[in-house]
C-alpha cells in the first residue's frame, strides 16, 4: 500500500505558482536542459535546449536518460522511440478526499490494473523533428510522421523503465510530485517569484510562513498559501495557489538553464593549426603556474604530513589521447584508507555513473578539502601538461575502467589530451542521477566545438570559481 500525502486530492484546475500539473511537469524537464513538446496545442519550440522530449497531450513521465542519449550520440541519430515501462509494484494506492474544512468525504482505491503502464515518447536533438511533432494532432500522428521522414538509419527504439502518470488520476499527479520533489533542485532555473525557504522548501514570494512553524520537504507552497503559527507541514506535499487569480509565469529562460552560447562562436579552420597553437600554449601556461606554485609546495606537503603522514602525492594511471596511460599525479587529499572506507560509503553515492561522490565525504582530510575547494590539489599536473600528457583545458582524465563504460563514448573523449580543467568540470550541477549524464553531455560537446575561444572561457571561469 502506498501511502500518499494528507491533503484534499487536487484536481486539473488546481495551480502551482501559476502553472498547472503539465506545466509543472515540462518545467521538470526544462530544468534538466530538456524541452517538453506536445502535440496538437501549438507548441513553439524553442532554440535554447539540445534535447527535444516529444510526448503526448497530457502525458506525465519520469525515466533515466542515460540509454537514451548514449543511443543517440553514439549511433548517431536523430531520433529514438522511447518505450517506457512503469516499474511501480504497489497492487493498488489510497487516497484520502476531504472538503475545505478537512472532513473526510471518501477514501479511494486506485488498482493496478486500472493504471497506464507503458507510454510511448520520443527523443530528439533536432529541432526540426520537434517542430514537426508540435505541429501533428495527437501523438499516433505525430509518431507517423516521424516514421515518415526519419530513415530507417536515422531513427532508433529502446525500452526503458520509468514512471508513466495519467493527469486524469489525482492520485498519479500527488505520486509524481512525491517522485520528482526529492531530485528537483533547480527549481527557481524555470520559475520566478519563488525562493528555496530551506533545503527541499520551494515557497512563493506572496507566501507567509509563521516563524514558529516547522517544514519538512520535499514541499511546495504556492501563492497566497499561509502556514498558520504552530503549523507542521511534513513532504511530500504540494499546497496549490490560494487565489482566483494566480501568478503568471513567463516562458522559460534558456539561458538560465543552459550553457551561454559558445557553442556558436567560430573555431579555427585549420585543426592541426590549433592543436599546435594550443601544445605550445599549454606549455607556457604550465612553465608561469609553476613558478607561481612551486613555493607553496612545502606548505602543502607539511599540512598534509601533520594530519596523516606521507605520501604527499597521489598518482593514478589514467588514460591520455589515444589511450595511452600515463600517472596522473595530485596532491593527496584523502586519508591513506580511502579505498577500504569507500566500500562501506556506497549507499551514499549520488552519481549515476561509473564515479563515486558523497556529500561531506568522511574520506577526506580537512587540508584535502582546502586543496580541492581551491583545486591547489591538481596543480601537480602541470607537470603532466610539460610532459605532453595533459592540456590545460579538456575532458577529465579518467582511469580505463571509466573509459571501457562505453566504448563510442571513450573514443570521442580520448580523441584529445585530458585536462587540468574542462566544460563539465565548470558546469556540472552534482545533481543526484544527472553527472554521469552531464559528463558525456560535456565531454561531446567540448570535443565536438573545441576552439580558442572556449577554452578561454572554460579557463575563464574556472578561476572565477577559484576565486
Known amino acids: 500500500?502506498?501511502?500518499?500525502?494528507?491533503?484534499?486530492?487536487?484536481?486539473?484546475?488546481?495551480?502551482?505558482?501559476?502553472?498547472?500539473?503539465?506545466?509543472?511537469?515540462?518545467?521538470?524537464?526544462?530544468?534538466?536542459?530538456?524541452?517538453?513538446?506536445?502535440?496538437?496545442?501549438?507548441?513553439?519550440?524553442?532554440?535554447?535546449?539540445?534535447?527535444?522530449?516529444?510526448?503526448?497531450?497530457?502525458?506525465?513521465?519520469d525515466f533515466k536518460l542515460q540509454s537514451v542519449l548514449s543511443a543517440l550520440h553514439w549511433q548517431h541519430l536523430s531520433a529514438v522511440r522511447v518505450r517506457i515501462v512503469d516499474d511501480s509494484t504497489d497492487l493498488y494506492h489510497e487516497s484520502v478526499h476531504t472538503d475545505d474544512e478537512g472532513r473526510v468525504l471518501k477514501i479511494a482505491r486506485s488498482y493496478a490494473g486500472q493504471l497506464a503502464t507503458t507510454a510511448q515518447v520520443w527523443v530528439t536533438t533536432h529541432q526540426p523533428l520537434a517542430e514537426l511533432w508540435a505541429q501533428s494532432e495527437h501523438r499516433p500522428h505525430g509518431t507517423q510522421v516521424?516514421?515518415?521522414?526519419?530513415?530507417?538509419?536515422?531513427?532508433?527504439?529502446?525500452?526503458?523503465?520509468?514512471?508513466?502518470?495519467?493527469?486524469?488520476?489525482?492520485?498519479?499527479?500527488?505520486?509524481?510530485?512525491?517522485?520528482?520533489?526529492?531530485?528537483?533542485?533547480?527549481?527557481?532555473?524555470?520559475f520566478e517569484g519563488i525562493y528555496e525557504y530551506q533545503p527541499g522548501v520551494w515557497v512563493h514570494e506572496s507566501a507567509t510562513i509563521a516563524s514558529d512553524a516547522r517544514l519538512a520537504g520535499p514541499l511546495w507552497i504556492g501563492a497566497n498559501t499561509e502556514i498558520k503559527p504552530v503549523a507542521r507541514v511534513i513532504g511530500p506535499l504540494l499546497l496549490a495557489d490560494e487565489t482566483r487569480e494566480p501568478p503568471t509565469q513567463p516562458p522559460v529562460q534558456w539561458d538560465l538553464v543552459f550553457t551561454p552560447h559558445w557553442n556558436k562562436l567560430p573555431t579555427l579552420r585549420g585543426r592541426s593549426a590549433y592543436r599546435v597553437s594550443k601544445r605550445l600554449f599549454d606549455i607556457a601556461f604550465a612553465l608561469i603556474m609553476l613558478l607561481f606554485t612551486i613555493p607553496i609546495y612545502p606548505l602543502i606537503m607539511l599540512a598534509i604530513y601533520i594530519e596523516d603522514g606521507r605520501p604527499f602525492f597521489f598518482t593514478h594511471i589514467r588514460q591520455s589521447r589515444q589511450g595511452k596511460p600515463f600517472p596522473c599525479l595530485k596532491f593527496r587529499t584523502m586519508y591513506n584508507n580511502a579505498e577500504e572506507m569507500k566500500a562501506q560509503l556506497q549507499a551514499q553515492n549520488i552519481c549515476d555513473g561509473p564515479q563515486f561522490y558523497a556529500e561531506n565525504d568522511p574520506r577526506i582530510l580537512k587540508t584535502g578539502r582546502f586543496l580541492r575547494k581551491t583545486q591547489l590539489d591538481e596543480v601537480p599536473q602541470l607537470f603532466n601538461i610539460l610532459l605532453g600528457q595533459m592540456s590545460v583545458v579538456g575532458p577529465r582524465p579518467s582511469p580505463d575502467?571509466?573509459?571501457?563504460?562505453?566504448?563510442?563514448?571513450?573514443?570521442?573523449?580520448?580523441?584529445?589530451?585530458?585536462?587540468?580543467?574542462?566544460?563539465?568540470?565548470?558546469?556540472?550541477?552534482?545533481?543526484?542521477?544527472?553527472?554521469f549524464q552531464e559528463w558525456i553531455r560535456y565531454d561531446l560537446e567540448y570535443v565536438q566545438q573545441q576552439s580558442w575561444r572556449l577554452d578561454i572561457w572554460i579557463i575563464v571561469q574556472t578561476f572565477k570559481t577559484i576565486f
Open 146 to 190: 516521424l516514421g515518415t521522414v526519419l530513415k530507417p538509419n536515422a531513427r532508433g527504439a529502446i525500452r526503458v523503465h520509468g514512471r508513466v502518470f495519467d493527469f486524469h488520476e489525482n492520485i498519479h499527479v500527488l505520486e509524481w510530485l512525491s517522485t520528482t520533489g526529492s531530485k528537483w533542485h533547480r527549481v527557481s532555473s524555470v
Open 401 to 435: 575502467k571509466e573509459n571501457q563504460f562505453c566504448p563510442a563514448w571513450r573514443d570521442a573523449r580520448l580523441s584529445v589530451r585530458p585536462g587540468l580543467t574542462g566544460l563539465w568540470q565548470v558546469r556540472r550541477t552534482r545533481e543526484p542521477e544527472t553527472d
Open 1 to 61: 500500500m502506498n501511502h500518499q500525502p494528507r491533503q484534499a486530492t487536487p484536481t486539473p484546475s488546481w495551480t502551482l505558482w501559476g502553472v498547472n500539473c503539465l506545466d509543472l511537469h515540462d518545467r521538470y524537464w526544462a530544468s534538466r536542459g530538456i524541452q517538453v513538446v506536445r502535440p496538437g496545442r501549438g507548441d513553439t519550440v524553442q532554440k535554447g535546449p539540445k534535447v527535444f522530449l516529444l510526448i503526448g497531450r497530457t502525458a506525465v513521465v
